[in-house]
């Protein structure tokens, strides 16, 4: 009878994308349709930009190509393990095969605008075809739909294997170590491209992004016809053999056990030493940062981005960056941290329901955070001055050591009880283990706020360093003192007025409130300008603005290896009486970008109110 009630294969997927656009229907509301329409522009801007460069410079096509299927590699792993909509766990009872389970799962994840996107840049195989005729565009257009498929599918299976092989410390630590050096190469990579240049480079590099799955369309456009059809045949090859490994990873997945920590050792647990107050919330802090594998994979991130972006200048033969690794490991250990609460879960009640202790599970946390970041950091930044060989940095390193340390326990702690974002209960995460369940969009932002207000904490010492050397020590030591506890005071009072506000909010996620107005509800000129504002404000203010007015305070701008490699800072192009004008220029434009799209929709909430009324 089992058999008569379950669909077929093409039923089964028509209800799989029911269900994947249903999802995506019901949850097009406030901020998330804003987000949505963001991503989706910015993908389309991307797309046509794909296509103009198949006209423009064909040579340049694999390259592109290969960047969108980095984007599906690295982008399951950079917001924890993949948004799985529809999971396999869901399925685990129906009376189907693993394989066409596995089918029409494939079929719901095009239910969604990302492969739509992905399609209309894809469109620049036959636009680049249409150079060798008619036989190239139909060969383009076989091979645009071949790679779409073949690229969503490696994101499957990549997925696939971060939840069921991710069961370990040491597992957890190597995709962290690989988001990493991902991300560092993502912001730096063009460093080693430009220390090897070279005409060699070029005929080797055109052979690799060839190589690579998002180039086989390339290469079948621009072979012979026999050839071409042997590649998009031997293409759908290897999407079958895809699709067959990802069915076997989902049936393993759903059969494994699914925990997103390691277990305590078997045997009789080791007892908590006989403390109280903070130094015990501190105990049970340093544990959960052992056995968590999300708080494991985030930690490595950040380190691994610390120690990979310095070497990326090493190889143009720049040192500077290497006193600093321990500094960059703090800013980005403190961004990956940032929401300690909502990564408890419903936790928060047993603190809640023992009198007075807020303060001592505010001051825990802020002590295992620094025993966790600081003693690596300390090391980093030792070893990497000693290294480098920069004796100037010295002052620059012992001042802004404690100030970030302090700073990034302070705020962290702070923006954990104010700015909480709810995720799913550890112990009840689904079977990719380094998915929290929380708003990946709202911990992001989260993460960008931290990356913005814990250097800011430094300040006072790089300000104090600038009149004389050492006189920061004293002012870095002062500064993060005084940030660690005075930010720790508020969070913690405000843990004691709002605790429970932040308990319903983890247990049942924010109240509707259906009056409140969100960007989404903007006018059209203004949505856009917000989109635009949010999405290019940093351009000018970080690597046009902020970093050329350090490399001119650090005198870096003078040095040979970068005279011979300026890259794109604008400012350190033009003539010397031009270049502060154009860096104050940038800052104050990327500022007031930032302010341009944080204050229109904090106004539009105000005149509502106003109207309300």
Not at 162 to 175: D, E, K, N, Q
Not at 264 to 293: C, H, M, N, Q, Y
Not at 441 to 447: M, Q, R, S, V
Request: hydrophobic share 55%.
């Amino acid at each position: 009878m089992a058999h008569l009630l379950t669909p077929g294969p093409a039923a089964l997927a028509q209800h799989m994308i029911r269900m994947r656009l249903a999802i995506m229907r019901n949850s097009l509301r406030g901020d998330n349709a804003s987000n949505l329409y963001t991503g989706v522009s910015l993908g389309l801007l991307l797309a046509f930009a794909t296509i103009a460069v198949a006209v423009l410079w064909p040579a340049y096509l694999p390259l592109a190509l290969a960047v969108w299927l980095s984007g599906w590699i690295f982008g399951p792993i950079f917001i924890g393990g993949g948004s799985e909509a529809l999971r396999p766990e869901y399925f685990s009872m129906l009376p189907v095969p693993p394989g066409r389970i596995a089918a029409a799962l494939l079929a719901g994840a095009f239910a969604g605008p990302a492969p739509v996107v992905n399609l209309i840049a894809l469109l620049s195989l036959p636009v680049y075809g249409w150079r060798f005729g008619p036989a190239g565009v139909l060969i383009g257009l076989a091979a645009a739909v071949t790679t779409l498929i073949t690229m969503v599918m490696i994101s499957r299976v990549i997925v696939a294997l971060i939840g069921l092989f991710v069961r370990s410390r040491a597992t957890a630590a190597a995709v962290g170590i690989v988001t990493g050096t991902a991300i560092a190469l993502c912001s730096n990579g063009w460093a080693p491209v430009a220390a090897v240049g070279g005409s060699d480079t070029g005929a080797w590099s055109q052979v690799l992004v060839r190589v690579l799955p998002s180039g086989w369309g390339v290469a079948a456009v621009e072979a012979p016809w026999p050839l071409a059809l042997a590649i998009l045949v031997a293409n759908a090859g290897v999407i079958a053999l895809l699709l067959a490994a990802w069915a076997g990873l989902l049936s393993r997945r759903v059969v494994s056990a699914a925990r997103g920590g390691v277990p305590p050792r078997r045997g009789t647990p080791r007892p908590f030493p006989a403390i109280s107050g903070a130094r015990v919330t501190a105990a049970k802090e340093l544990r959960a940062w052992w056995r968590d594998l999300v708080r494991i994979q985030l930690l490595a991130t950040a380190f691994s981005f610390a120690i990979v972006t310095p070497l990326l200048f090493v190889s143009i033969g720049a040192w500077v960056m290497v006193p600093f690794t321990g500094l960059i490991a703090i800013v980005m250990a403190a961004a990956s941290s940032a929401n300690l609460y909502g990564a408890d879960g419903t936790a928060l009640w047993l603190t809640l329901m023992t009198p007075g202790a807020e303060r001592a599970d505010v001051r825990g946390r802020q002590l295992a955070w620094l025993l966790i970041v600081g003693p690596a950091a300390v090391v980093l930044s030792l070893a990497g001055t000693l290294v480098s060989g920069q004796t100037w940095v010295w002052p620059w390193v012992l001042g802004l050591l404690p100030a970030l340390l302090g700073g990034g326990a302070g705020v962290i702690v702070l923006l954990a009880v104010t700015l909480l974002v709810p995720g799913t209960d550890p112990h009840e995460r689904g079977g990719n283990p380094l998915s929290t369940g929380a708003d990946e969009t709202a911990e992001t932002g989260l993460a960008w706020l931290v990356l913005v207000a814990v250097p800011a904490t430094a300040l006072p010492a790089a300000g104090a360093m600038l009149l004389h050397p050492w006189a920061g020590i004293a002012t870095g030591v002062l500064a993060g003192a005084l940030s660690a506890w005075g930010l720790g005071k508020i969070a913690y009072r405000r843990l004691e007025s709002h605790g429970i506000d932040l308990l319903n909010l983890m247990k049942y996620g924010p109240p509707p409130q259906a009056g409140k107005p969100t960007t989404a509800d903007l006018p059209i000129q203004h949505r856009i300008g917000v989109t635009v504002s949010y999405a290019i404000a940093w351009l000018p203010l970080f690597p046009q603005g902020l970093a050329p007015m350090v490399m001119k305070i650090f005198d870096i701008e003078n040095r040979v290896w970068f005279i011979e490699n300026r890259v794109w800072f604008l400012a350190l192009h033009l003539p010397p009486i031009w270049q502060w004008p154009t860096i104050i220029f940038m800052i104050a434009l990327g500022l007031l970008m930032y302010g341009y799209a944080i204050l229109i929709p904090m106004r539009l909430s105000s005149s509502s109110s106003a109207t309300t009324r």
